[in-house]
Each structure stands twice: as C-alpha cells, then as structure tokens.
C-alpha cells in the first residue's frame, strides 16, 4: 500500500493528526479508584485513560475493555479496585515522526484502540482508532476527487 502524500510531500505523520485534533489527554493515577474511572471516562466521553502518576509519563492505560475483564474475573469486588489494578501495563506506544499505517498496523496487530503519543519520553498526545479511520477515510475522499477530476479532464 502506497503511503499518503500531501501537498508538501511528506507522509502523514502522528504528529499532523495531534496538530489537528489536538494534544489534549485524559490522564488518571493509578490509585484512582474503579468507580472513579468509570465516571471520568463518562465525564469526558472517553473509551480510555492514560494512567499516569504524574500526568508526564505513561505507566499504563486503563479502557473499558480492562474494566469489563475486570468485572468477569472479580465480579462486583473489581468495585473496590484501583486503575493500577486493572490497568494494562505493557503499552504499545508511537512517537509523533511515526506514519498514519505504522499506527494502523500497530493498533490491528496487537488488537488495541488507543496508542499513547510519546516524544523524548513524555506524553504527547493519543490517537485512537477513530481518529486512524478519520484520517483513512479523508485519504480515500481525496484519492476519489483526484481520479474524478483526472477522468473529466480526459472526456
């Protein structure tokens, strides 16, 4: 699959979604508790948190994936637990020079939504797979207008 060029010749990067959609993250520590989280996601109409204790750094991500394993194999008790409890601790991360596919296969080959943007070691941004179909979808737009538009020139 070819890569997506624009207009200065540079592939979509990380970093030109984040300068369109912005940087903004919902971080929580790990000692938030369940409760906690699951009103914060709703607060903010999120599917995930980066967790965080600093807010700088991410030690982890916390979805509603990870609280309905939770309630599977805790029951009600996963109530009484916290972030760092439940949270996944091995991230799959992205820096802002990485390409649109590199986070698209990244995000399909280990079956996640989210992928935290990290640079020099601090959070960035987050991309989610809504914001890699977003962005799919205007390629496709764009690809479609040029072949339309080269067709009528040609008729």
């Not at 070819?2 to 970093?15: C, Q």
């Not at 995930?48 to 991410?58: E, F, N, P, Q």
Request: hydrophobic share 40%.
């Amino acid at each position: 699959m070819a890569k997506r060029e624009m207009k200065e010749g540079m592939p979509v990067n990380i970093g030109r979604v984040l300068k369109a959609k912005g940087s903004l993250v919902f971080t929580t520590t790990p000692e938030t508790s369940i409760p906690d989280v699951c009103s914060k996601m709703r607060m903010h109409n999120v599917g995930a948190l980066v967790v965080s204790r600093d807010g700088g750094h991410v030690d982890g991500m916390i979805s509603e994936r990870d609280i309905v394993l939770g309630i599977a194999h805790y029951g009600e008790k996963v109530f009484r637990q916290t972030a760092g409890q439940l949270m996944t601790r091995s991230v799959y991360t992205c820096t802002p020079s990485d390409t649109i596919q590199h986070a698209m296969e990244v995000m399909t080959n280990h079956r996640v939504r989210h992928l935290p943007v990290v640079e020099g070691g601090v959070l960035a941004g987050l991309i989610s797979i809504g914001d890699v179909v977003k962005d799919r979808l205007k390629e496709l737009e764009l690809e479609t207008n040029v072949l339309r538009d080269a067709y009528l020139a040609g008729h």
